[in-house]
């Protein structure tokens, strides 16, 4: 098994790809795609590394031979129920959550490690040890780990294979959907060494100019190589809410209310990554989405042709 293709196509089992398994496979594809733009990422501008990014990752979903073509218009969408696809933005932020949760489980493994095990063997035994610790606990990720190894101290090997409680088919998949990375791309604690280089599925072609978005912190997926109208503005690697672009000129209720949609947007964003990222860091991004909401607008500024009310 010497291709990337090959290795993943064997971490996916004998069954191969699943329904089940397709926010696993889209964390492997936005993972590969970084591997493949990271030698040219130092030459590109912030916006067109995402762009190339995005695109080189449309591009690995096309590749794979072992999904129908339904599979593959699925493995970038946003959700299942929205069916909306991955924006460069958002995939960028994606994987580098991806890559934060890779170095989580590579700590998390260490118990299991050695006594002439697999890597394979050992990701079974944090499978099992995640999956137990749900069931003893039913909290968040974020704290079963450490419950877990509290409580059961030294015995990680009778946690690994508790009987009585075997692991659901496919349970990771919809508990840890960097897992199956996991299993693809590092050998024990540490990246495998003797992982095949990246290897471009396209080669990168990115606008000249910085495309128009629809929203200040959203970009279309490039379909061409022509460059689109140039956006006034730096860019940036990781673009804020900006107030002032919502805004444009509108009387102060639609300013208020474009704030609000926009700060739902987010919200619902953080709500896919609880169970990845801790609690204490979706608090602080809440948080600081709050405060960059609007004051309630007074009475006055609300309904403006609306008559005082007259005394009795």
């Known amino acids: 098994m010497s291709t990337w293709e090959e290795r993943l196509k064997a971490v996916m089992g004998g069954s191969g790809y699943e329904n089940s398994m397709r926010r696993s496979l889209q964390s492997v594809i936005l993972y590969e795609a970084k591997r493949c733009v990271a030698p040219r990422l130092s030459s590109l501008r912030p916006f067109q590394r995402k762009l190339a990014f995005i695109d080189q990752a449309h591009a690995l979903v096309d590749t794979l031979d072992f999904l129908f073509p339904h599979q593959k218009q699925e493995i970038l969408w946003r959700t299942a129920t929205s069916k909306e696809a991955l924006n460069a933005d958002m995939a960028w932020k994606r994987e580098r959550l991806v890559e934060r949760e890779l170095a989580n489980l590579s700590k998390e493994i260490k118990p299991f490690l050695g006594r002439g095990r697999s890597h394979q063997e050992c990701c079974d035994m944090l499978v099992q040890m995640l999956f137990v610790s749900t069931v003893l606990y039913s909290t968040t990720l974020g704290s079963q780990i450490d419950r877990a190894y509290s409580f059961f101290g030294r015995q990680q090997e009778q946690l690994a294979g508790h009987k009585g409680k075997p692991v659901p088919g496919n349970w990771e998949h919809a508990h840890n959907h960097c897992i199956m990375t996991y299993r693809l791309y590092y050998k024990g604690d540490e990246l495998d060494p003797s992982f095949p280089a990246a290897v471009l599925a396209k080669e990168i072609v990115v606008p000249a100019e910085k495309p128009k978005a629809t929203s200040a912190t959203h970009y279309s997926h490039i379909q061409s190589a022509k460059p689109a109208a140039k956006e006034g503005g730096q860019d940036g690697d990781e673009p ?37 990222i801790s609690e204490d860091e979706l608090a602080k991004r809440k948080r600081d989405l709050f405060l960059a909401m609007p004051q309630a607008p007074s009475p006055s500024t609300a309904s403006p042709n609306k008559k005082p009310r007259a005394g009795l």
């Open 240 to 276: 804020a809410l900006d107030v002032a672009a919502i805004l444009g000129e509108s009387n102060p209720v639609d300013e208020r209310r474009k704030i609000l949609v926009e700060v739902r947007e987010h919200l619902d964003l953080l709500k896919e990554f609880e169970g990845v």
